[in-house]
């Protein structure tokens, strides 16, 4: 398999079917470390609704950006239902109407303050999630 992976190739992974093939984990370390490229994506399974099928594809994306350390943002969150959804699904920051409509540039210091004043967590918080070993 890595002669293959050696040659450029391309691994389409699907998390759905990936996840219920029972035939293990793909080593993707050991995959692009010899070479390979990795794909994420969908083989429209017809057993599974569209929408679930978005969804799982979806979470596994954003778990993957947080395995490895990128920050997640989810764009056009327009209702609490959305912020609803895309909270499910471990997005750490949004955007959209729902949390601001577009403004001039010296609204937007002004609309950022009062946010971090009553949207953001408090120093100790923050500290003990970052995994500050001072912190209690």
Not at 76 to 85: P, R
Request: one cysteine or more; hydrophobic letters at 45%.
């Amino acid at each position: 398999m890595m002669r293959l992976a050696q040659s450029g190739a391309v691994a389409g992974l699907c998390p759905i079917t990936e996840s219920s093939l029972g035939d293990g984990i793909f080593d993707g370390v050991r995959w692009t470390d010899a070479g390979g490229a990795i794909a994420v994506g969908s083989d429209s399974n017809i057993r599974i609704a569209l929408s679930e099928e978005l969804r799982t594809l979806t979470a596994s994306m954003v778990a993957m950006a947080g395995a490895l350390g990128i920050e997640t943002l989810a764009e056009g969150v327009e209702t609490e239902e959305a912020q609803d959804v895309v909270r499910s699904l471990g997005f750490g920051q949004l955007q959209g109407f729902l949390i601001a409509r577009p403004m001039s540039l010296a609204d937007t210091f002004t609309w950022l303050q009062t946010w971090q004043d009553t949207h953001a967590p408090a120093p100790e918080a923050r500290a003990q999630a970052a995994g500050d070993p001072n912190t209690p």
